[in-house]
């Protein structure tokens, strides 16, 4: 079945540690975001990529690296420069063009313990 | 200013109920609108795409106001199950090869639907 897929569906970290968030997509999509959703709140765009490797930072940018080495993948790493990096993740895929929605991943936990 | 703007909420309505949520975007260049629903503690999943003309799907009707830049969620006769967090979604760019597209969510409006 196409879809996208996250993984871990839960992590933790210890502070001062940098970790990889993945996502991967087999859906053919040339798009792919990283959203950040914090308790009671909406999505704030993290990163964004449209083809490989190129990508362009969203609103919260700022202790957060993303690579897109293959069209299927856009991992997030979470750096130590993070300073609240506990939150829902999300990916999402999309065609490039064209009126078409977002489809997303499951979703990873990370905790800062 | 958000570049997309939803009325906070929550909603706490009776079942059977008509209940109506709106949304603001400021790119006058957005091309493209939805409604999205996400359940607690769940990834949010597509309820319905808005069409310049508005559409209808079941119980939900979705307008799309571009000279005002606002859309609409209209649910009628709510069910205990449409209790969840109500997102309104834009997306725009990627017209051209070169350009990326952006999709842009509001901080959502949580409605309640109660006996």
């Known amino acids: 079945d196409g879809g996208i897929t996250q993984s871990p569906k839960y992590l933790f970290r210890k502070e001062g540690q940098n970790v990889t968030l993945s996502c991967e997509q087999n859906?053919?999509?040339?798009?792919m975001y990283w959203y950040r959703q914090d308790p009671g709140q909406g999505l704030r765009l993290i990163y964004y990529s449209q083809i490989v490797n190129d990508f362009q930072k969203g609103d919260i940018a700022e202790g957060y690296s993303v690579s897109r080495e293959k069209k299927e993948s856009f991992p997030l790493t979470v750096t130590s420069a993070q300073k609240n990096p506990t939150a829902f993740y999300l990916c999402?895929?999309?065609?490039?063009?064209?009126?078409?929605?977002?489809?997303f991943g499951q979703g990873t936990r990370l905790t800062v313990v | 200013r958000k570049e997309v703007e939803q009325d906070p909420g929550p909603f706490n309505v009776p079942e059977g109920a008509t209940v109506a949520f709106n949304c603001t975007y400021s790119n006058s260049a957005s091309q493209s609108f939805f409604w999205y629903r996400q359940d607690c503690r769940k990834e949010p999943k597509l309820l319905m795409s808005v069409y310049s003309s508005g559409n209808e799907d079941g119980r939900f009707t979705a307008q799309l106001n571009r000279a005002s830049q606002y859309i609409s969620l209209l649910i009628r006769d709510s069910k205990l199950s449409d209790s969840a967090t109500y997102l309104c979604v834009v997306k725009h760019g990627g017209l051209e090869r070169s350009s990326a597209s952006k999709i842009i969510f509001g901080s959502g409006t949580r409605l309640s639907i109660r006996p």
């Open positions: 999402a895929s999309s065609p490039k063009t064209g009126f078409t929605e977002a489809f």
């Open positions: 859906l053919n999509h040339d798009a």
